[in-house]
């Protein structure tokens, strides 16, 4: 699967942005999605996934109730909702997808977990 991000941008503090997630090649229902961003000097950190039906979501706790994870998968697209943006939120976004290994299998908050990246979409929040 080819997973491609979108709409990023520059937006001020407090405010919101949505970004997007194409995936093409394989129909995006196979896969548990996921995001994650990264600063400059820092680690990739998690950032919100979801279920192959949407059913569950997880949030890192620096987002939780904030930023919401969402899907389609009659358009093939992974939304990620960000809302009261901080500075500390400016970070390349990447989206990512997971072959699931069980029926029952979980949400990982590891990049390791994932199988599949997208080239990444950059989010500056001014202060």
């Known amino acids: 699967v080819q997973l491609q991000a979108s709409g990023g941008g520059l937006v001020q503090a407090g405010n919101s942005l949505s970004v997007s997630c194409a995936a093409s090649?394989?129909?995006?229902?196979?896969?548990?999605m996921g995001w994650f961003r990264q600063a400059p000097g820092k680690e990739r950190e998690f950032v919100a996934a979801?279920?192959?039906?949407?059913?569950?979501?997880s949030y890192g706790d620096s987002v939780k109730g904030r930023f919401i994870i969402s899907r389609d998968n009659g358009k093939n697209t992974v939304y990620l909702q960000m809302h009261m943006l901080k500075p500390e939120d400016t970070a390349v976004y990447y989206c990512?997808?997971?072959?699931?290994?069980?029926?029952?299998?979980?949400?990982?908050?590891?990049?390791?977990?994932?199988?599949?990246w997208g080239q990444g979409t950059q989010v500056t929040v001014s202060s």
């Open positions: 090649g394989r129909t995006l229902s196979t896969y548990i």
């Open positions: 990512a997808a997971r072959i699931p290994r069980t029926v029952l299998d979980g949400l990982p908050r590891s990049s390791v977990g994932y199988d599949y």
């Open positions: 979801i279920s192959r039906n949407a059913g569950t979501t």
